[in-house]
């Protein structure tokens, strides 16, 4: 089945810097990509969703110039957390659909668990 | 009211037992996940159906599209099998609504 990695699984960071954080498609094409972020005991939260080579869509509430989004290529897009805070600290999930603007199919990635000391 | 409902929010089987998670949704869909998230958080999608039945080895998923209603059960539960259990279902938005989850823990 398709195949979609994080790196890194876990970081942890001190408050004030960036944190980049990798979703890439194994072995398809990945024309759209979602960004998730999950609360402890909570349900996954849409941050936004990514077409290759456009602007990311941002859920309401989700701060644009903080979570910066980058889908540059049909494998791989980027998450980059800015000025990372404590209330930053969170699991972000990412998923990619083989089809475009297609939520129906989506793999998800591991995850990566975010600490911002 | 959320539009994704599960329940039970918390099971606790004990091994070899048949388990059932059930999932309500309110609106409208082409097709619904389910999900397996185990503790450490990595996620993995288990099925994604539009209607009828599927299954893969010991884990059968039903959706009924008239009634907006999905089961999840898993026959001879094993304690490899605790996990949080998530439905999710997309809408014509391109939004993806997921239910709170279902907590199994299977007991040897």
């Known amino acids: 089945g398709a195949v979609v990695s994080q790196h890194p699984s876990r970081v942890i960071c001190k408050s004030g810097t960036s944190v980049k954080i990798e979703c890439r498609s194994l072995d398809f094409q990945a024309t759209t990509m979602f960004w998730y972020r999950q609360f402890p005991k909570k349900s996954l939260m849409l941050m936004a969703t990514?077409?290759?080579?456009?602007?990311?869509?941002?859920e309401q509430g989700v701060e644009k110039d903080k979570f910066l989004i980058n889908h540059a290529s049909l494998t791989l897009s980027t998450l980059t957390v800015t000025s990372a805070h404590p209330e930053d600290s969170s699991f972000y999930i990412c998923s990619a659909s083989p089809l475009a603007g297609d939520a129906d199919t989506q793999y998800f990635g591991p995850g990566t668990r975010l600490t911002v000391l | 009211k959320n539009e994704v409902e599960q329940s039970p929010q918390n099971l606790t089987a004990q091994e070899g037992e048949f388990i059932t998670i059930n999932c309500s949704y309110s609106v409208g869909i082409s097709a619904l996940h389910w999900l397996q998230q185990h503790p450490g958080g990595g996620i993995v999608s288990l099925f994604m159906?539009?209607?009828g039945k599927k299954k893969h080895g010991r884990l059968i998923a039903t959706i009924n599209i008239q009634e907006k209603h999905s089961s999840l059960h898993i026959t001879a539960s094993h304690p490899r099998d605790s996990a949080v259990y998530i439905c999710?279902?997309?809408?014509?938005?391109?939004?993806?609504?997921f239910g709170t989850g279902t907590s199994l823990t299977v007991i040897p």
């Open positions: 159906l539009s209607s």
């Open positions: 999710a279902v997309p809408n014509t938005g391109n939004q993806f609504y």
């Open positions: 990514s077409n290759e080579g456009s602007k990311a869509t941002y």
